[in-house]
């Protein structure tokens, strides 16, 4: 299972970005989903994730109240809506599967399931 990533830019230290996660090939309300971004030499951590069942959503301590994750499954899409960008959300974002037990309080627990895609770039500078 592998999807894919859109929405990534270029953008001032404030601003607002809207990353989209899309598949083509299955159906993503099956599925509880997570979003993950790697900075450069650090190891990727887990963002955010929204659950197959009752879309219950988690998210990383530092994007709490920022970052709001949802579904719009009549487009087969996940979101990940980021405001208040800071430098040091500066990574690339990657969506995939995650074991739906995982989707709970603590985001470096998400446990990936699906392959990783190409994800999309977000660069927060000034």
């Known amino acids: 299972v592998q999807l894919v990533e859109s929405g990534g830019g270029l953008v001032q230290p404030g601003g607002s970005l809207r990353l989209s996660c899309t598949a083509s090939?299955?159906?993503?309300?099956?599925?509880?989903i997570g979003w993950f971004r790697q900075s450069p030499g650090k190891g990727r951590e887990g963002v955010s994730c929204?659950?197959?069942?009752?879309?219950?959503?988690s998210y990383k301590d530092s994007v709490k109240g920022r970052f709001t994750i949802s579904r719009d499954n009549a487009k087969n899409t996940v979101y990940l809506q980021m405001n208040s960008l800071k430098p040091e959300d500066t990574a690339v974002y990657y969506c995939t599967p995650i074991a739906p037990l995982s989707c709970g309080d603590y985001s470096h627990l998400y446990y990936p399931i699906g392959a990783w895609g190409q994800g999309t770039q977000v660069t927060v500078s000034s």
């Open positions: 929204i659950s197959h069942s009752n879309s219950g959503t």
């Open positions: 090939e299955f159906t993503l309300e099956e599925y509880t």
